[in-house]
């Protein structure tokens, strides 16, 4: 059972990176999914890595389309990315060394989503769409 559907709450209304904010929610949905089965540990590596994955992939794109635009807060958003990846490196160092971080991470990726999304990405919505041509959005 999802615990968060995708809507267009959550869109930034730049295909590319919708599609990356829809794999951080399914992220979130295969924790929870998890935890309820009472199976959240093993899934726990899988979900790190492919979290760590789709970071790499989404942060890169995002950074390539602010820094392409001169979106004037790029560096504020850049250092946002930058603790958000520390986060995420740390818990899987945590995870590798044997701690249980099911609650972390369930909380990391709501942070991600709520926190991150949610607000600081709303920021360059309407900037970007106007910048970008738009058979790329």
């Given at each position: 059972m999802a615990l968060l559907k995708w809507d267009k709450n959550y869109s930034v209304n730049i295909d590319i990176i919708d599609n990356q904010h829809r794999r951080i929610i399914?992220?979130?949905?295969?924790?929870?999914?998890?935890?309820?089965?009472?199976?959240?540990?093993?899934?726990?590596?899988?979900i790190l890595h492919d979290l760590i994955r789709c970071m790499e992939e989404e942060f890169y794109q995002e950074e390539e389309l602010l820094l392409l635009t001169n979106f004037p807060y790029i560096e504020e958003h850049l250092d946002s990315h930058q603790k958000l990846a520390e986060t995420a490196l740390d818990l899987q160092t945590r995870y590798k060394e044997g701690e249980?971080?099911?609650?972390?991470?369930?909380?990391?990726?709501?942070t991600w989503i709520t926190q991150h999304i949610m607000s600081e990405d709303k920021l360059y919505e309407e900037f970007l769409s106007e910048a970008l041509n738009p058979q790329i959005v």
């Open positions: 399914h992220l979130l949905n295969r924790m929870h999914d998890a935890i309820i089965r009472q199976n959240a540990q093993p899934e726990t590596d899988g249980d971080v099911t609650f972390d991470l369930m909380q990391f990726l709501t």
